[in-house]
C-alpha cells in the first residue's frame, strides 16, 4: 500500500511557475511508476509525465503538451515526487493527481490512469491570463 499527498498548487500568471510535491508513504521501498496526471472540468483525465520510483532515473516521459516546459524529479530521502512548472499556460489549468503503480514505466500506458491503482486527492493549478 502506498499513500500519496500532493501540495504546490495555486494560483499563477501565463508565464510564471510553480513546483507540485507528491510525498509518498507506506510500502515505498519497490519500484513503481509514478505518474502525474491533471484533469479539467469536463475534460478526461489526462498523463502528464511519468518517471521510475527507484529505478532507472533516465526513464521519464512526458505528454508533447507539456515537454521543455515541466519536468518531473523524485527526492528519495525524502519520499517526495516533483513536478516543475515553467511557462505556464491558461490551457495547464487543472486539477493535478500524482498517481503509483507497481513496476517500470514503460510503453505507451503510462499516460493511462486505468494503469495506476494509487491515487492522492490531487492539488488545484489555475493560470491566468
Known amino acids: 500500500q502506498v499513500q500519496l499527498v500532493e501540495s504546490g498548487g495555486g494560483s499563477v500568471q501565463a508565464g510564471g511557475s510553480l513546483r507540485l510535491s507528491c510525498a509518498a508513504s507506506?510500502?515505498?521501498?519497490?519500484?513503481?511508476?509514478m505518474g502525474w496526471f491533471r484533469q479539467a472540468p469536463g475534460k478526461e483525465r489526462e498523463g502528464v509525465a511519468a518517471?521510475?520510483?527507484?529505478?532507472?532515473?533516465?526513464?521519464?516521459n512526458y505528454a508533447d503538451s507539456v515537454k521543455g516546459r515541466f519536468t518531473v524529479s523524485q527526492d528519495n530521502a525524502k519520499n517526495t515526487l516533483y513536478l516543475q512548472m515553467n511557462s505556464l499556460k491558461t490551457e495547464d489549468t487543472s486539477m493535478y493527481y500524482c498517481?503509483?503503480?507497481?513496476?517500470?514505466?514503460?510503453?505507451?500506458?503510462?499516460?493511462?490512469?486505468?494503469?495506476?491503482?494509487?491515487w492522492g486527492q490531487g492539488t488545484q493549478v489555475t493560470v491566468s491570463s
Open positions: 498517481a503509483a503503480v507497481l513496476g517500470f514505466c514503460g510503453g505507451s500506458w503510462w499516460g493511462k490512469q486505468v494503469a495506476y491503482n494509487y
Open positions: 507506506g510500502y515505498t521501498y519497490s519500484t513503481y511508476c
Open positions: 518517471m521510475n520510483w527507484r529505478g532507472s532515473r533516465g526513464s521519464t
